[in-house]
């Protein structure tokens, strides 16, 4: 996939599949080698917190790169020992989703 500059005007155009729900809960969690559970409580989190987070499709929710941004940054967060409360997954989520 080509790295498109962008435009002289600064801002940059989002890829359509940046925002497609493409990822199961099943793989995210792998993605960020967190626990189901753990990664279900930042996501509910989200939610309460105003966010969409997860496209339900078929009965089962996916989820989009842009979730699993947000949720990747949650994780690091949580890997630097910084404790992951509903405030701070609102924050996070509120940059990227």
Do not use: C
């Not at 599949?17 to 995210?28: G, H, M, R």
Request: hydrophobic letters at 45%; glycine letters at 6%.
């Amino acid at each position: 996939m080509a790295n498109p500059s962008p435009p002289s005007g600064g801002s940059f155009v989002v890829p359509a599949w940046w925002t497609d729900p493409a990822f199961n809960l099943s793989e995210v969690s792998q993605f960020l080698d967190s626990p189901i559970s753990t990664v279900s409580l930042w996501i509910t989190f989200a939610r309460a917190s105003g966010h969409t987070v997860g496209d339900r499709r078929n009965g089962r929710p996916l989820y989009s790169p842009a979730d699993v941004f947000a949720l990747a940054l949650i994780a690091k967060l949580r890997i630097r020992h910084v404790r992951i409360t509903a405030e701070v997954v609102a924050d996070a989520a509120l940059g990227v989703v």
